[in-house]
């Protein structure tokens, strides 16, 4: 028993290698010096640690770290917020109307954005007209083609959270006579604590780390981090201390988060793979 | 709950997924017309958008490849998905079960772009691992060059998805009932007849779930191929050929390539979703 078990955790190491190798490659290229860059494989620790391209890096990234901060966070909370506004609609209705919304929504979450975005330029476009405001290449444009998508991918990872609720707390409320919205702000939000976090952490990590909408809904490479580290691909040549630096600052809020709330981020995947079997 | 407290609850997401499906309408619409913002008159042109699309040999390339892509990502995804997983659900305690699963699971929580510039410089030709290979006397390895790149990117896919993989399998080796493993280990069975005969085929629900989402991802491949190889002919996908004719302002084709992937998607999704909504139906 001893001896298997030990077998299957250097199985298990082994194949860990793989994962943490470009981890690992990333995080010391960045601490090397230019002389060091040039002369060594990307993957060997620097010869002395050098910090000035990582501080450099920082002050250059300083702006798209800043902005994308300011159009996630509202993002991952209205997605949130208003995802468990529709669970907790599509939970209380329980009929054909309420399974064709869940089935609206899931099929438009999983349909591919990247060919939804072309039309959603000539929305922006419209708004941009009638209401005479810019939101092309602007925070608040981004944030609303951020929200787009993930508002309704939230919401089905919300309608898939409240099925812990048990329906008998929401039927007893209503015969004390609590009207809907009263009893969604008292009974319900308060119980779907571990939901709502995972949700946000989910839908805060993927607006983090998306490329695309980014790069179709803005110019230039300062509205976005996953475009600033794009930036460093073409720019830096073969100087890779300089991108592995902007790859491993731009990771780590998302990486962060992951570790110390990876629980509810697998949570938030699971569901939306196993569709609340568990 | 009255429809009018239903819909005022709904709103918001309901104008979201609208906006959705008014991008696929207007995919639709677009693929038949002429449209462009160079040209001042708009004309319908029937099937020429989807016309051309077949005959564009770049357009069938990249299609080809995106199914390539889907169909060993699918392979690869699941077994190294399910051996991650059984090796895991070996292990006693809690503790080395959450770090192999948090080393496993990290790059679904990074950008493409970070890792494509990761395995970027690892498939480099002189300072990549093709430093160690030639150490210990191995051929050295062109990973970028020509077709090559293509078979790289796809294994890099692979390393991105088998941890999220993994944590499906291990959602359903949990629910298993003990009791049939237990007396199975009463019967003198060992851990493979366990795992082989037991855990993994009462995991098929993994097996779809697993498979829809790696052909999703497939479909969707842009940020990686991109992001490392920019608009590299042997690493086009399906997506990243729209992005290109988009970019180009050809509209059309790029709405016809659009309705293709549209298609191809919800011939998977559709059922996915609607089997997920017998699912909760029965729960309730």
Do not use: C
Not at chain 2, 9 to 18: A, D, E, G, S, V
Not at chain 2, 51 to 62: A, C, K, T, V
Not at chain 2, 249 to 272: D, E, G, N, T
């Amino acid at each position: 028993m001893e001896f298997k078990e030990l077998l299957i955790l250097m199985a298990l190491s082994l194949l860990a290698l793989l994962w943490v190798f470009p981890a690992y490659t990333v995080f010391m290229g960045s601490l090397k010096s230019l002389d060091d860059v040039i002369g060594s494989p990307s993957f060997t620790p620097p010869r002395e640690v050098d910090l000035t391209t990582l501080f450099k890096v920082l002050n250059d990234m300083r702006e798209p770290l800043v902005n994308t901060l300011i159009v996630t966070i509202p993002v991952a909370l209205l997605a949130t917020f208003v995802g468990s506004l529709t669970a907790y609609a599509v939970y209380r209705r329980f009929d054909r109307v309420s399974d064709i919304t869940i089935v609206l929504i899931a099929v438009s979450t999983y349909i591919p954005y990247q060919v939804l975005l072309i039309p959603f330029i000539n929305i922006i476009k419209g708004i941009e007209r009638y209401l005479d405001l810019t939101l092309f290449d602007t925070l608040p444009g981004l944030a609303l083609g951020l929200a787009t998508y993930y508002t309704p991918m939230a919401s089905l990872l919300m309608t898939i959270f409240i099925t812990v609720i048990p329906k008998d707390y929401i039927e007893s409320a209503l015969v004390d006579g609590a009207g809907e919205f009263k009893i969604f702000r008292r009974v319900v939000l308060p119980l779907l604590g571990p939901g709502l976090v995972s949700t946000f952490i989910f839908i805060l990590i993927l607006s983090w780390n998306n490329f695309f909408i980014p790069l179709i809904l803005t110019r230039g490479y300062d509205k976005h981090v996953a475009l600033k580290i794009f930036s460093y691909v073409g720019q830096s040549g073969t100087l890779y201390n300089e991108m592995f630096a902007a790859a491993l600052i731009g990771s780590i809020p998302p990486l962060v988060l992951f570790i110390l709330l990876g629980r509810y981020f697998i949570r938030g995947l699971l569901a939306l793979g196993t569709g609340g079997v568990r | 709950m009255e429809l009018r407290y239903y819909i005022s609850f709904i709103l918001l997401t309901l104008i979201f997924t609208l906006l959705l499906y008014y991008g696929i309408l207007w995919n639709l619409i677009v693929s038949f017309t002429n449209y462009s913002p160079l040209n001042p008159r708009i004309e319908i042109i029937g099937f020429k958008g989807f016309n051309d699309l077949i005959l564009d040999e770049e357009f069938r390339g990249s299609l080809l490849r995106t199914l390539v892509w889907a169909a060993v990502l699918v392979i690869l995804g699941n077994m190294l998905g399910i051996t991650i997983a059984s090796l895991i659900f070996q292990l006693e305690s809690p503790r080395i079960r959450n770090l192999f699963t948090t080393v496993f699971m990290y790059p679904v929580a990074l950008s493409m772009v970070v890792v494509a510039i990761a395995w970027r410089w690892l498939f480099d030709h002189v300072k990549g691992v093709n430093v160690i290979l030639n150490q210990v006397g191995l051929p050295e390895v062109a990973w970028l060059q020509g077709g090559n790149a293509f078979w790289s990117l796809v294994l890099v896919s692979v390393w991105v998805y088998a941890g999220f993989i993994a944590m499906l399998y291990l959602a359903m080796f949990y629910n298993i009932d003990r009791t049939l493993i237990e007396s199975a280990i009463v019967d003198g069975a060992n851990t493979l007849q366990i795992m082989t005969r037991i855990v993994i085929p009462n995991s098929k629900q993994g097996f779809i779930v697993s498979t829809v989402f790696l052909t999703l991802f497939a479909i969707q491949m842009f940020d990686l191929p991109y992001s490392m190889l920019f608009y590299n002919p042997f690493t086009e996908t399906i997506v990243v050929y729209i992005h290109k004719k988009f970019v180009a302002q050809y509209f059309y084709i790029a709405s016809a390539a659009a309705i293709v992937v549209i298609a191809i998607s919800a011939f998977l999704v559709i059922p996915y979703a609607m089997l997920g909504i017998k699912r909760w139906v029965l729960r309730r």
